[in-house]
Structure formats: structure tokens, C-alpha cells
T-cell receptor, first 113, second 116 residues
Framework: QKEVEQDPGPLSVPEGAIVSLNCTYS??????FMWYRQYSRKGPELLMY????GNKEDGRFTAQVDKSSKYISLFIRDSQPSDSATYLC?????????????FGQGTELSVKP | DTEVTQTPKHLVMGMTNKKSLKCEQH?????MYWYKQKAKKPPELMFV???????INESVPSRFSPECPNSSLLNLHLHALQPEDSALYLC???????????????FGPGTRLLVL
């Protein structure tokens, strides 16, 4: 079993839809959670990071962490064609072989106009 | 400024060539990383430098040789590569790699490498 599971998609939605992207994890030592967006043929871009259970909002993006269920989500409101990209969740734990992020497989999202 | 720069953007090399990839950051970060990414896969960690010392080597073949000349620069020297080494090579940096949010990593745009 992988430490981090993420549905690779592809996920296709119409413009304006609410998108929900999810990851589950098995290692209870993970405390820090990130979402990266990666456009085709580009490097990953940090979107959100959080270290506690609950919600964190930034514009149209909301990151949600449920440590009791070992489940994290990224919601995108009013999705736009420019949101079409691969979304990677990543996580780490305090003192977890310092510097090592564990990535999910990435979910490929397509937002159709 | 959260910019990590990488050169070259693209590189084509033969199996007998020697080449180098370069990475630079000016965010004052003390940890720098090399990743390899194949199509439709997540980045795969290769090396971590923390305070200019190699702290993690993920059992990478010796044909890949990292170098950290100073806290802002990271090189990856390539020699006798195989076609299966063709991939996007990503550099990243973080505050110090010491754990927690200090590991929040910022990625460069990558070098797309093709080995013939």
C-alpha cells in the first residue's frame, strides 16, 4: 500500500463547477500537507500548505485536512479553464527524514469552457 | 520572490556525453533538492542538500553526480546516461529541510532531458 493515495483521474468538469480533489494517507506521523499545481511541461507550483486539521481558504481554493480520517481535500470554486492542470498532494512529518516530501500520484483536471 | 531558476530548459545528449544541469535560488534557502519526473508520474526525489552538505541520496546511480558549490547554487553532473534517464529534472529549495513547514518546497521550471 502506498503511503499516499490519490486518484489520478482524469477529471473533466464544466467551467464554473466546484472541483473536489482528494488524498488519503496511512502514516499518522504526517503533519504538514501541501497542494501543488503543475501545468503541462512546467514545474510544480505551490498552491496551499497547512499543518492542522480544519480548513484553509485562499481565494477560490480551500484546503481541508481531517487527520482523524487521514484524508485531505482541495476544493476549487468557480473553476476556470486556466485551472486545467495536474494537482499533486504532498505531505511530510516533523523530523521525517528532513527534506523528504511524499507525493500523491497527481490528479489530472480538465475544465471545459 | 519565490523563484528557482534552472538551465538549460531543454537538453539532448548522447549516451557518451557529459553535461551539467544548473539550478539557482535567491530566497536565502539552505536546502536544495533534485527530482526526476517521468510523464504522468509525481516527482521522484534524487538528492537533498542541507547547508551545502548532501543529506539524502535516494540510491541514485553514480552516472548522476550532484554538487552544491554554495547555498544558492546546485548542479547535477550527468555522464554515460541511458535512454531511460530521459525525463524532466526538477530542482527545488526550502528553508532548511529541517522538518515541518520549513520543508515547504519551491520548484523550478525543470530541464527536459532527452538521452539518445
Amino acid at each position: 500500500q502506498k503511503e499516499v493515495e490519490q486518484d489520478p483521474g482524469p477529471l473533466s468538469v464544466p467551467e464554473g463547477a466546484i472541483v473536489s480533489l482528494n488524498c488519503t494517507y496511512s502514516n499518522s506521523a504526517f503533519q504538514y500537507f501541501m497542494w501543488y499545481r503543475q501545468y503541462s511541461r512546467k514545474g510544480p507550483e505551490l498552491l496551499m500548505y497547512t499543518y492542522s486539521s480544519g480548513n484553509k481558504e485562499d481565494g477560490r481554493f480551500t484546503a481541508q485536512v481531517d487527520k482523524s480520517s487521514k484524508y485531505i481535500s482541495l476544493f476549487i470554486r468557480d473553476s476556470q479553464p486556466s485551472d486545467s492542470a495536474t494537482y499533486l498532494c504532498a505531505m511530510s512529518g516533523q523530523g521525517n527524514q528532513g527534506g523528504k516530501l511524499i507525493f500523491g500520484q497527481g490528479t489530472e483536471l480538465s475544465v471545459k469552457p | 520572490d519565490t523563484e528557482v531558476t534552472q538551465t538549460p530548459k531543454h537538453l539532448v545528449m548522447g549516451m557518451t556525453n557529459k553535461k551539467s544541469l544548473k539550478c539557482e535560488q535567491h530566497m536565502g534557502h539552505r536546502a536544495m533538492y533534485w527530482y526526476k519526473q517521468k510523464a504522468k508520474k509525481p516527482p521522484e526525489l534524487m538528492f537533498v542538500y542541507s547547508y551545502e552538505k548532501l543529506s539524502i541520496n535516494e540510491s541514485v546511480p553514480s552516472r548522476f553526480s550532484p554538487e552544491c558549490p554554495n547555498s544558492s547554487l546546485l548542479n547535477l553532473h550527468l555522464h554515460a546516461l541511458q535512454p531511460e534517464d530521459s525525463a524532466l529534472y526538477l530542482c527545488a529549495s526550502s528553508q532548511d529541510g529541517g522538518g515541518g513547514l520549513r520543508e515547504t518546497q519551491y520548484f523550478g521550471p525543470g530541464t527536459r532531458l532527452l538521452v539518445l
